[in-house]
């Protein structure tokens, strides 16, 4: 009886949890329909945010019927052989002949859609300088000049904004028009932000942007798509993208893995190679690459269930992560997106707005898209190919002389007497501005010795100050500490207080 009794209630629980989900979706299609027939629309914005809107819906739909984790831990299996390759195993790129017939097969993709406010500035990441008065995109545009300049070739550079991004960053690109650089752009989706409460988007005004957000550079494919520039390319002879974020500046063309996607036979493609590294103890909530259903995937940790989260972030048994710099087929992008066969894992991203709206966002990751290509491939590759830059700890880090720069690339000094970066934490208190940051330092300090710095408080630096090993320095609440001129510390804990003026 009581087995009945609990049949029944399940029973009756999941027909409540069908009609309410098709309640939910009769909502939103209402919902849609009246953003759609918003007043202050153009026709042709009318047209890309039904586009995209159709998109949203999907994603939307998907939502509503995950029943759960999409990753069963216990039906991951060990990676296959191959599935992994290693960098140096790669043939080296040809002649210079080949090398200039593969380059023009290429299509150089920056993800461009970010705000720089993780590091307390205002407008898109890429405009702030990082090396000199150079900027993430400075940076890149000199890369791909020298690129071109030396091989006579044309590789372009397309830049994924989104709608926080697109105004300055058209703005900024006039100052290259004189430059040998093809750069083209196209914004991302636009979705609406919904309630956590009632599942429905906060606000049908497609006007008022804070209720609407970029929804993850998973979004590149069908906005690529729908852009128009993927035909464009396609029809130019172009074959692959290089997608990377504008922000990690060890993501710089590679020949040996342009050859090696182009060299594959035809009945045989490489349509996707993810490139991975080995994980540090910086490292360890990346998503990394799994056998999963006989198909290679990408798992991230918002995917992994509390009772797991120790097993993921430990290097015993994923020792590598995607570092999000994809080399992916444009034909078979462009299938997939005819197909509407794109059918990534939601990222559900909650968050309070400005104005107090309790909000869901679904995004998605581009790497996700990896079981969904033929060939599909991760590349083990050397850790410089994997230079983020995402709070200012980072940034001292690429301003020091750890990295030389040339023609717009960063290279480890070859005076680093062991492999690896310095481990870095400057209170975000003090240091997560960037302008802040700034006035801490009269001039950056000699890091080629260093291994971990820990900086709290109210602390300065002098000019050519040098750190060797580890260096702790915590200026407790209403301490001060400045660093004299000149300082060499090595393997020092400094705290209390600690100023020198002149007499």
Known sequence: FEVAVLASITAVNSQKMLLGRQDAREDLAKEVKDILQSKNLTEGRRKELSKELE?????FDRFLSDKGPSINWDKIEP?????????????????????KLQLQKLVIVKLNGGLGTSMGCTGPKSLIAVRGENTFLDLTVQQIELLNNKYGVDVPLLL???FNTDEDTKKILRKYHALNVRIETFN????????????????????????????????????????????????EGREYVFISNIDNLGATIDNSILNHVLSQPT???????????????????????????????????????????????SVNKFKIFNTNNLWINMKAINRLAE????????????????SGHRVIQLETAAAAAIKHFEGAVGIN????????VKMTSDLLLVMSNLYHLQNGALSM????????????????????KVKDFLRRFANIPDLLLLDHLTVSGDVTFGKNVVLKGTVIIIAHHGERIDIPAGSVLENKIVSGNLRIVDH
């Open 55 to 59: 998109g949203f819906t999907r994603l």
């Open 339 to 354: 197909q509407k066969a794109f059918n990534l894992e939601i990222i559900r991203n909650e968050k309070t707005t400005d």
């Open 79 to 99: 990676l296959p052989e191959g599935a992994i390759r290693a960098y140096d195993s790669l043939p080296l790129s040809g002649d210079e002949a080949t090398i």
């Open 267 to 313: 009945d045989k493609p490489c349509e996707f190679v993810a490139e991975v590294t080995d994980k540090t103890r910086a490292d360890v909530k990346g998503g990394t690459l799994i056998q999963y259903e006989g198909k290679l995937r990408l798992l991230e940790i918002a995917q992994v269930e509390r009772d797991h989260v120790d097993e993921f972030t």
């Open 381 to 388: 590759v050397p850790r410089r190919r994997f230079l983020p």
């Open 188 to 235: 991302q989706s636009c979705y609406p932000r919904i309630s956590r409460e009632s599942l429905m988007p906060i606000s049908n005004d497609p006007d008022e942007m804070s209720a609407w957000y970029p929804p993850g550079h998973g979004d590149f494919y069908e906005a690529f798509y729908n852009s128009g520039l993927l035909k464009k390319f396609l029809d």
């Open 160 to 162: 994924m904004d989104s």
């Open 413 to 432: 000094s070859p005076k680093r007497q062991f492999p690896g970066v310095p481990l870095v934490k400057l209170g975000q208190d003090r240091f997560k």
